[in-house]
């Protein structure tokens, strides 16, 4: 594996394997038989011009915040967008919800191997600063810069870390190569473009540098089936998804690969990814999950109004309706013997190339763009389905008669047809052969986009 930067001893790979790790996404979660029940009839709480840069200062237009149904969310300025709260309540959820992520990863903060020696870390998102304060406690050392469009953030906090009003969705003001570690998590629901989100970290890391992304499904499930599609639970997912329709950002970031799709196209090598479960309470039999799930109900539970009043609110819910689905939530999370309920985890962490070798591989992947396209009923084709590849060769570094060659031989004569236009060529392929030869372009490490065309 490539030496990060800057180049001293590094830590080990922190992929949680240990036995008291959490399961992958593959595997069953073992439920406890002797289970506490919770009893507690909770009585809920009562309902209730654009910058040039990303980066501002905490001005008045910031403050000022939105009020849904009683709770403050963050103000409309500019394309920021988060959905849920930004008030002491939520804060506190998402505090529990750090050391959930932490139990998760054996106590780790991190699972890309960085230097122990490490200068210079960006945490964007970073909410509350919980994650960038441990992080700045361990590595004193370390510069360590937090970002987040909110300024909700503590006053007192080590002296090597300091936090900036950030929209990450806007083009960052750090200079190229400045960073050794970029670290985002939870940004679900925020982010109208990953691969522009991703091309940004890119860009501000050092080479050798790593970044690292987090991300929970909001789709609640389980093994035992004991999360029913029409329950509270197994609406959950399904609200937050119909909502993303009408905020333009995807919530099905885990379910659409997204994190790793984005990294690639990025340029990042060296990616590696960890598929979890977490659990939603303390049903699991095994003692270490058992502790994540009672943070996961004490999370689920603490502030679910402000979790949900956003996208609720959004698709157009009353205050009433809001009330009693919340209730309902509360009282099936907290029900451990009938119900089961765990969310995907999703981590992955990759490098900035090092090398001229490596980087020139990566300019040769993003100068070289493969389109698929699959066209109906076009009278100058034979058949009713052709695929069309058109590869533009903008750079002139691909040698297009080979190109052409190698499909030849690969599909034969009569699957492959060509048109030259330009530093392009077209190719049209029966329809048999897209899926191959899409695979056998992204093997190659280049940028491929499948679009129907009717």
Not at 228 to 238: C, E, I, T, V, Y
Not at 355 to 366: F, K, T, V
Not at 381 to 406: M, Q, Y
């Amino acid at each position: 594996m490539p030496a990060s930067s800057p180049k001293s001893q590094k830590s080990a790979p922190r992929s949680p394997t240990s036995s008291r790790s959490v399961p992958n996404a593959t595997q069953t979660i073992e439920v406890d038989t002797v289970v506490e029940e919770d009893e507690e009839d909770e009585v809920d709480p009562g309902l209730g011009a654009d910058a040039e840069s990303s980066t501002a200062s905490i001005t008045s237009s910031i403050l000022h915040y939105r009020t849904i149904n009683g709770r403050t969310y963050h103000s409309e300025r500019g394309n920021a967008a988060y959905w849920g709260s930004n008030d002491e309540r939520q804060s506190e959820a998402m505090d529990i919800a750090h050391h959930m992520f932490t139990l998760a990863q054996d106590g780790e903060l991190h699972l890309a191997p960085l230097d122990k020696d490490i200068q210079k870390v960006l945490d964007i998102g970073c909410g509350t600063g919980i994650w960038a304060i441990d992080f700045a406690d361990k590595f004193p050392g370390c510069e360590v810069i937090g970002t987040d469009i909110s300024p909700i953030q503590p006053s007192w906090v080590p002296p090597n870390l300091k936090f900036e009003i950030e929209d990450c969705n806007q083009d960052w003001t750090f200079p190229p190569d400045s960073f050794d570690y970029v670290h985002i998590r939870y940004l679900v629901g925020c982010i109208p473009d990953w691969n522009q989100l991703l091309e940004q970290a890119y860009k501000v890391l050092k080479p050798g540098g790593w970044v690292e992304t987090y991300e929970a499904s909001p789709t609640i499930e389980s093994d035992d089936d004991s999360v029913k599609l029409d329950s509270a639970m197994g609406q959950w997912g399904p609200t937050f998804i119909k909502a993303s329709k009408v905020i333009g950002n995807t919530f099905t970031v885990i379910a659409d690969d997204l994190q790793k799709k984005a990294v690639e196209n990025a340029g990042f090598t060296d990616i590696n990814q960890w598929n979890s479960k977490l659990p939603l309470n303390p049903f699991p039999k095994d003692p270490h999950l058992k502790e994540i799930g009672q943070f996961g109900e004490l999370f689920s539970t603490q502030d679910t109004e402000g979790l949900v009043n956003f996208v609720a609110n959004t698709l157009g819910w009353s205050p009433q309706e809001v009330h009693v689905y919340i209730a309902q939530f509360r009282k099936e999370i907290r029900d451990r013997k009938n119900h089961h309920p765990w969310i995907k985890l999703k981590t992955v962490w990759a490098q900035k190339p090092t090398s001229e070798g490596d980087m020139a591989n990566i300019n040769r992947a993003h100068k070289l763009h493969v389109s698929i396209s699959l066209i109906k009923k076009i009278k100058m084709f034979k058949t009713d389905n052709s695929g069309v590849l058109r590869v533009i060769d903008n750079a002139g570094i691909v040698n297009l008669e080979a190109l052409i060659a190698d499909l030849e031989k690969t599909h034969g004569q009569g699957k492959v047809s060509f048109i030259h236009k330009g530093s392009a060529v077209i190719a049209t392929i029966e329809t048999e052969a897209l899926a191959e030869l899409e695979a056998v372009f992204e093997d190659m490490g280049f940028m491929v986009s499948t679009e129907p065309r009717s």
